[in-house]
């Protein structure tokens, strides 16, 4: 039980950490920088940039998903229930990782190319049509986080809960859960401030 009281406050150290950068992040969006205008070059190179960020973003992904799905249905043979309990959000979460991946690799290109002769033909309104996509990208990128920390903090909760009751397997499901929605959490806190720096960028233009 010391030993499991131990790992309990560090995941719980963890989550409050996470919670730290979600409140730095929200309070980093609700104080913008000074404005200073973009011309349209500045701005097609930083979509550029944040286009190709997301694509390596998506490959993160499925470098994340593909070996979370191959853990998962190995424990899935184990004879301890602990493990059993672990390979259920490492194999659900790693196939959505694994999806979500192959979306954005695979969507980027044609994103980036109907931007350029947006830019091209007529570079206002392609501005004012994807800073509201943006503004909406930000928006789901704050509902995100607020249910990654919910679940990180519900599964340190689910496996305390584990612990008391001697129930590994739902012991397990909490350590699975709460180390998925970690390493979600944390890629799109990254993916966030590149989102928000996108959005800067196409604001300055319209300014």
């Not at 097609?44 to 799905?69: C, N, Q, T, W």
């Not at 930000?138 to 129930?167: D, Y």
Request: hydrophobic residues 45%.
């Amino acid at each position: 039980m010391p030993r499991f009281r131990t790992s309990f406050r560090a995941w719980l150290l963890g989550g409050l950490l996470l919670g730290l950068g979600l409140t730095s992040r929200v309070w980093a969006q609700a104080v913008p920088d000074p404005v200073i205008p973009h011309g349209v070059p500045q701005v097609v190179d930083d979509m550029h940039d944040y286009f190709a960020k997301e694509l390596r973003g998506g490959i993160v992904l499925v470098a994340m998903g593909a070996p979370s799905v191959a853990l998962g249905g190995g424990l899935l043979a184990q004879d301890r229930p602990l493990l059993r309990g672990f390979a259920y959000p490492m194999l659900i979460v790693g196939a959505l990782e694994l999806g979500g991946g192959i979306l954005f690799a695979a969507r980027t290109p044609k994103q980036v190319r109907d931007l350029e002769n947006g830019f091209a033909k007529d570079p206002l309104v392609t501005q004012k049509q994807e800073l509201q996509r943006m503004r909406r990208v930000n928006r789901q990128f704050s509902l995100l986080e607020v249910v990654e920390v919910t679940l990180h903090l519900g599964g340190i909760g689910m496996s305390a809960l584990g612990g008391n009751l001697r129930n590994e397997i739902l012991s397990g499901v909490g350590i699975g859960l709460s180390v998925q929605s970690m390493g979600l959490l944390l890629f799109d806190l990254l993916a966030a401030q590149r989102a928000l720096r996108f959005t800067e960028s196409l604001r300055k233009m319209g300014s």
